[in-house]
């Protein structure tokens, strides 16, 4: 039975003021558990709270208030929900919060995620690029519901993303490439996290499509091998830099390799204090000056 206007209003008074608690709250277990209980509290309220938690989720809130009223609708599971949250995915401060929650929805959100992916795709944001690409999340929640929609998605996703890719050399992260807003490590980690075998020859073509001694075919096989072998771990972003740059090149870089493990590999020890790291401007990720082009988000350095 639907709640009354006059349920829905007691509903909003009750949150604002659960709210105010969470916002009040300091950091430690304490607080942790606190809000664990306003959580619940906010459920118990059943479908009324879904209008007010929606209002919740607007870019201005608190991202602990937003991923607070994520999770909530998440556990209500009023399909009203399902729009605002898709579109939260984007946001990388809440995007994970929301991407929980509409995992709880199952097959029923993909319509409208695959939806916010085709947005992006054809929207591409014109500021300069930091953090996550906005269809990240997307990609990832896609990839986490096993279902034939989400399957057929990705797999036509990669295909038409290795169509695009050019002849000649070009940075992936400019505004003028149909697919700057996507990161073709996120297609993979979505396919490994879907452990979904219709997938293999799709990533083969990839595989096929790179040159054999670029880090890319190595990843796309770990993609392979991961699927056949049931390991739904998504982590191909980070698999990437470390297959690009091993982690004691890296530590070496750093100056946290001692003398001692440079005298065993016949090396001067530690770092050249000529060596130096460069920031990635497209993710943050911090890499050997040598890098010519980040294997995190692609963008040439």
Request: include cysteine; proline fraction near 6%; hydrophobic fraction near 35%.
């Amino acid at each position: 039975m639907e709640k009354t206007d006059g349920t829905e209003r007691e509903s909003v008074a009750e949150i604002r003021k659960l709210v105010k608690k969470v916002r009040q709250m300091g950091g430690g277990g304490r607080s942790t558990k606190l809000r664990e209980e306003v959580k619940d509290e906010i459920v118990s309220l059943g479908g009324g709270a879904v209008p007010p938690l929606i209002g919740l989720l607007d870019e201005g809130e608190d991202s602990r208030i937003r991923s607070l009223a994520a999770e909530a609708l998440g556990e209500i599971g009023d399909g009203r929900a399902i729009p605002p949250l898709s579109d939260a995915l984007k946001d990388e401060q809440v995007g994970r919060a929301a991407m929980e929650a509409l995992l709880q929805f199952g097959p029923a959100c993909v319509p409208e995620v695959t939806e916010k992916v085709e947005h992006e795709v054809a929207n591409p944001v014109e500021e300069d690029r930091e953090g996550l690409e906005r269809t990240y999340y997307p990609l990832l929640t896609i990839g986490r519901i096993r279902c034939d929609e989400s399957v057929e998605f990705l797999n036509e996703l990669l295909d038409d993303y290795m169509s695009e890719i050019p002849d000649e050399p070009f940075e992936p992260g400019e505004e003028d490439w149909k697919y700057a807003e996507v990161n073709f490590y996120h297609i993979l980690d979505a396919m490994v996290a879907q452990q979904d075998e219709r997938a293999i020859p799709h990533i083969e073509g990839a595989e096929e499509f790179f040159p054999e001694r670029s880090v890319e075919p190595r990843i796309c096989r770990e993609a392979i091998d991961r699927i056949e072998e049931g390991d739904p771990d998504s982590a191909f972003a980070w698999e990437a830099v470390e297959m690009a740059f091993p982690a004691e090149k890296i530590m070496e870089g750093l100056g946290w390799i001692g003398s001692e493990w440079g005298r065993e590999r016949g090396e001067s020890g530690g770092a050249d204090e000529s060596e130096e790291l460069i920031r990635c401007p497209g993710c943050g990720l911090d890499l050997p000056a040598i890098a010519e082009t980040c294997p995190d988000c692609g963008r040439g350095l």
